[in-house]
Each structure stands twice: as C-alpha cells, then as structure tokens.
C-alpha cells in the first residue's frame, strides 16, 4: 500500500487536460452507468459510451439515474456533476481536481487575503473582459458600476442587432417561467457557463469560494469567472436563440451555447485566464501536474514530506 506521497502522477494517456474537454454533455431520459473508465447511458435506443476523462460537466436532465460506479469514475475524471430541469441548469456537485499541486489555490487565497491585492485582481478582471478601457485607479464602487453600464449596453446592443424587444434584465429565483423570452436565454445562457466555469475552477484545484469581485457565497469565484465571458457569448448566444423563436428556450439554449463554447474554445481560455490571473509572473517552482507533499518549515522553506522531522534534519 502506498502513502499520497508515493503516490505516482498519472500520465497523459489517463487524464485528458480540462482544456481539451468537451464543455459540457447533456443527458435525459437514460440510466448512467460505468464500464472500465467510460460512463454508458443506456436508453430505449441502446447504450452510448462516453469516455469520462473527455467530459467537462455532465448535465443530468429529468428522467436520469445514475450509479455509484458511475459517479466515481467521474469524480476520478474531474468531471463536474449538475443535475438539471428542462427549462434550466443549476449546478449541484463536481469531482475531484485534475490538478495534484495547491500552487494555484495558494496563489488564490495569497491574493484574496490582501484587500489591496483582492482589487488589483478584480480590475485584471474587468479589464480581461473589456480590454477597450483602463480600469486603473477604479474603486470597488466604481469598478462595479462601469460593469453594470457595460453590461446594459451589452444588452441594448444585442437587443438592436437582434430585433428582440429588451424591457430589461427580470429573473425570478426558482421561476424560470417568470421571464420573457430573452429572459429565459440569459438565464440558461448564465447558468450553463456557470458550470462550464465551476469545471474548470475545480479541475484546477481552485477554491471555489474565494471571489474577487463576488463575495459570500460558496461559488463566488465561479461567479467571477463565468461573468468573464458574459458579454462576449452568453448574451449574444442567448439574444440568438430568442430571436429564432420562443418556442423551447432552455434546450436551444444549452445547445447554441455549447457550439459557441467549442467554437471559441472556451475551457482553454478559461484555464490560461485562470492562471494568469492568479499566477500572472508564472507558475512557481511547483506546476500543477506535480504530485509532491512538503511541509512548511518556520524559515519558509519547504520541507519533504515522508520523513521524520525529529532525525536532526537541516533547514
């Protein structure tokens, strides 16, 4: 048996890097199993095999079942987990993290610890999402109120480009029904990339909890990250699917989006955006294929794991 320390990284032919992932696969209507390192959905039209290392997010719909076995290959994968309605996405659980090194959550929580360095992160945000302007200076209040103007003008802007009537922005909780048309694309629209970002953050071994522009929530870094590309695809993507037709929001809208996300190759910007946002001079001397335990010494030095500390060791 061997310790975590011991334990030997997996190789490339094992896990496929979350950049190269499929963002998000939709099922209904089927029982999920396991067979070997695949999950099989099996329906009234026979079994589908999918390799489990291949799935960003699998999105159960109404209708499914799935096994232990099934789940535990996933959480192996990294492949986050959402159970879903029909006329909406809400994520619910995710997997383990692809990653066997903490640089990059010890990044993240270095810099959200500093109230100067937590602001620094949010205007690289807002800046990554709106390059056209300078947000250098900007407080938190006005950092917030020039996104709530870009994110107005987004809306007029795909409203005319569309010919979609835009009353403004209503989403009631729990309701997806309560909206328009448009309100209920954004809205399905939104929570999709919210579990295409909740992959990508926990396949990264990010904590999911330590936002920079969203606080209070366990998902507030998502919240963060998914915000990065809602004016550039969800929007539009969303204003799209209204404008072809009423009928049918939340599928089309699952389905346009994840075309969009492959088109732009989405989990592979995530993934670079994530990193350099947290790790913008390069990652450390640990990278995030590593499988090394250390443990911290009063110098600041790392320390091996896997030895006895009281055998006169030298720091």
């Not at 006329?87 to 692809?98: D, E, S």
């Not at 990508?200 to 904590?207: I, K, Q, S, T």
């Amino acid at each position: 048996m061997t310790t975590v320390a011991q334990r030997r990284a997996s190789s490339p032919r094992e896990l496929t890097r979350v950049a190269e992932r499929i963002s998000f696969v939709y099922l209904e209507r089927c029982v999920v199993h396991r067979d070997a390192n695949a999950i099989t959905a099996e329906d009234a039209d026979g079994t589908t095999h999918i390799p489990s290392a291949t799935i960003g997010t699998l999105l159960l719909g109404p209708g499914t079942r799935i096994t232990h076995q099934a789940m535990s290959v996933l959480a192996e994968s990294g492949a986050a987990v959402a159970w879903v309605g029909e006329q909406g996405v809400r994520y619910y659980a995710g997997g383990r993290a692809l990653s066997r090194s903490s640089a990059l959550v010890e990044a993240q929580a270095t810099l959200w610890a500093n109230r100067r360095t937590r602001l620094e992160v949010a205007r690289a945000m807002y800046r990554l999402r709106f390059p056209d302007e300078d947000p250098s200076g900007l407080t938190r209040r006005e950092l917030l109120g020039h996104e709530g103007h870009r994110v107005k003008e987004c809306y007029r802007h795909q409203a005319d480009r569309t010919g979609v009537p835009w009353r403004g922005r209503h989403y009631v909780p729990g309701d997806f029904t309560a909206g328009d048309a448009p309100n209920q694309a954004v809205t399905a629209a939104a929570q999709c990339m919210y579990g295409i970002a909740h992959a990508v953050v926990a396949a990264l071994g990010c904590a999911t909890g330590l936002g920079f522009v969203h606080s209070g929530h366990e998902l507030s870094f998502v919240l963060d990250v998914a915000d990065l590309y809602k004016t550039e695809i969800g929007i539009p993507v969303a204003f799209d699917v209204a404008a072809e037709s009423t009928e049918d929001i939340g599928s089309r809208t699952r389905r346009a989006l994840r075309d969009a996300v492959n088109k732009n190759r989405l989990l592979d910007r995530c993934v670079n955006d994530i990193k350099l946002l947290l790790q913008p001079e390069g990652p450390g001397a640990a990278s995030a294929a590593d499988d090394v335990v250390m443990l911290e010494s009063d110098s600041g030095v790392a320390v091996p794991a896997g030895r006895n500390c009281a055998d006169g060791m030298t720091w």
